[in-house]
């Protein structure tokens, strides 16, 4: 008995031009490299980059399509980002400014550090530490009015903080992310670290 493709109706020569796809059904190897480059197109159309990084779809902005900042992919995607309040809460730093901290939210910290290196010609910024909160608006003000009580001067979102290393910083945010998903829940804490 000749096998056939399924697909092109060639006759199939076992080690030649065969590769078999279930029991009943057959496909030449031109026919099998067809399907298997439209389902990857397909599994393509569905991803999101944003600057060449991968960004799975459990990504509160997640939406098809290659972007070079999240502000891009925010702003085609607008309504989610108004609807997004999952994201994170970052403490960054610049050299030039020595022990100055900014402390601010974003739906992604390393995507907002970027936006800060154009500011700079050295592109220092530092991120000293972040934290993923259920809430970053709230968690920034509790970020916020956690700080004023470290620091000896404030002005908007920089905060000048003395004494205090990276491990310190993550203790902050640690508890930052516990007293936000408290504020969120309604008293209790997921947050198994800060305990």
């Known amino acids: 008995m ?3 493709c399924c697909g092109c109706k060639e006759e199939l020569i076992l080690g030649e031009n065969w590769h078999e796809y279930h029991q009943d059904k057959s496909l030449c190897k031109e026919c099998h490299r067809k399907r298997n480059k439209k389902y990857q197109a397909k599994q ?3 991803q999101m980059r944003v600057n060449g990084k991968y960004i799975p779809i459990t990504h509160p902005l997640h939406k098809p399509g290659n972007y070079k900042t999240f502000n891009d992919a925010a ?3 607008l309504i ?3 609807k997004c309040v999952k994201g994170e809460v970052y403490i960054v730093s610049n050299p030039a400014w020595k022990d100055w901290y900014k402390i601010g939210k974003a739906v992604d910290t390393e995507d907002r550090c970027n936006g800060y290196q ?3 010609p050295y592109r220092d910024y530092v991120v000293v530490s972040k ?6 608006g709230m968690g920034e003000k509790i970020a916020h009015t956690l700080a004023e009580g470290l620091s000896k001067e404030r002005s908007n979102e920089w905060f000048r903080i003395e004494n ?3 491990g310190d910083f993550d203790r902050f945010l640690d ?3 516990t007293l936000t998903e408290e504020k969120v829940n309604g008293g209790t804490s997921t947050n198994t670290q800060s305990a």
């Open 164 to 166: 205090l290393d990276s």
């Open 80 to 82: 989610n980002y108004i």
């Open 131 to 136: 934290v993923s909160v259920p809430n970053r």
């Open 2 to 4: 000749v096998r056939q």
């Open 44 to 46: 393509n159309a569905k």
């Open 75 to 77: 702003f085609s995607s």
């Open 175 to 177: 508890l930052v992310k």
């Open 118 to 120: 154009t500011s700079s």
